[in-house]
């Protein structure tokens, strides 16, 4: 008999094909995340559940659920929303899928990079609504891009492909603040503390969730920006105190943010979306058919593995 397997939101159709071929699959049709009804009913009715963001299995529902399910292979490369902790306690399995996210990703936090100084997002809304009165040379003079000093928050496979692209596509000066000490980058890169990656002319933030990171960008680390600093987030979103953000933004602090993510997603405050010196996306870091079908090949061969007595390649 084939494992069952709980699919809680609709993949790309290769992702599900390869599951069937496997699993006894049941897809959760709904694109919103699941209650806490819905996760302690994934936990006890199936032998393995494939969650994704906002699916947010923690320590209480763990601890209040008999569980029939032995592993969780998430969708995505972030976990902030399963405790792992807790799922390894209640003798649950959790993977993820890195690397198949990573360029993507960075993709995404140049194109908030070149939005946000170049004022594109303001651009567009300028035309759409049919103001644009010819081009002239003042018109909606920008930040430029090349040649500047960009400070990355997290060196790891998403920071280093960022620091790739502003070096070697817009020859920028990367310094970077990490943990752990790196060296042997392939590229020019100097490793700092926060206070100085921080007033960089553009500073991403490329760190992982989690307890670690929560707040890690509130009023004391955005007073160490500068007022022609550039804040892009595509990490997660409660890494950033938008409170605090939204306050730096409006004193003219720093001079604009480019964001991906969000601390309450999918709320975003009025006062994000009424300024036009942030460009806002939905979540888009990782949104192509190419890169999401490999995110959920590689959750599958996760599950393949975890139940053919494999370690599987992305445990946590």
């Avoid at 100085?196 to 990171?213: I, K, M, N, Q, R």
């Avoid at 490999?294 to 975890?306: I, K, P, R, S």
Wanted: overall charge neutral.
């Amino acid at each position: 008999m084939k494992p069952s397997l709980l699919i809680t939101r609709p993949l790309p159709e290769a992702v599900h094909a390869a599951a069937e071929a496997r699993f006894a699959v049941t897809r959760r049709e709904s694109s919103l995340p699941m209650s806490d009804a819905e996760l302690r009913a994934a936990l006890q009715a199936h032998d393995a559940v494939l969650p994704t963001l906002g699916d947010r299995f923690t320590a209480e529902i763990f601890a209040t659920a008999p569980h029939r399910a032995r592993i969780l292979a998430n969708f995505g490369v972030g976990y902030n929303h399963i405790d792992v902790g807790a799922a390894k306690a209640a003798g649950i399995t959790v993977t993820n899928t890195p690397g198949a996210v990573t360029d993507a990703t960075a993709d995404i936090a140049l194109t908030l990079i070149l939005m946000t100084a170049r004022r594109a997002g303001e651009g567009e809304r300028l035309l759409r609504a049919g103001q644009w009165q010819g081009w002239h040379p003042v018109q909606m003079l920008g930040t430029h891009v090349s040649g500047k000093r960009v400070g990355i928050i997290g060196m790891g496979r998403i920071g280093q492909a960022i620091a790739r692209r502003c070096h070697f596509g817009f020859g920028m000066e990367v310094a970077f603040y990490n943990r752990s000490p790196l060296a042997d980058l392939g590229f020019p890169a100097r490793q700092v503390p926060l206070a100085e990656a921080l007033s960089a002319d553009f500073v991403v933030l490329a760190v992982p969730g989690g307890a670690a990171t929560h707040h890690l960008i509130g009023a004391a680390a955005l007073a160490a920006m500068t007022p022609h600093t550039i804040l892009i987030n595509i990490s997660r979103g409660d890494v950033v105190d938008e409170t605090a953000l939204i306050t730096a933004l409006q004193s003219g602090q720093i001079a604009g943010a480019g964001l991906d993510v969000y601390e309450f997603e999918p709320k975003v405050p009025d006062a994000l979306r009424a300024m036009e010196n942030v460009t806002l996306l939905p979540h888009l870091g990782t949104a192509a058919l190419e890169v999401r079908t490999a995110m959920g090949l590689m959750a599958v061969e996760n599950l393949t593995a975890f139940f053919d007595g494999r370690d599987p390649p992305n445990r946590l």
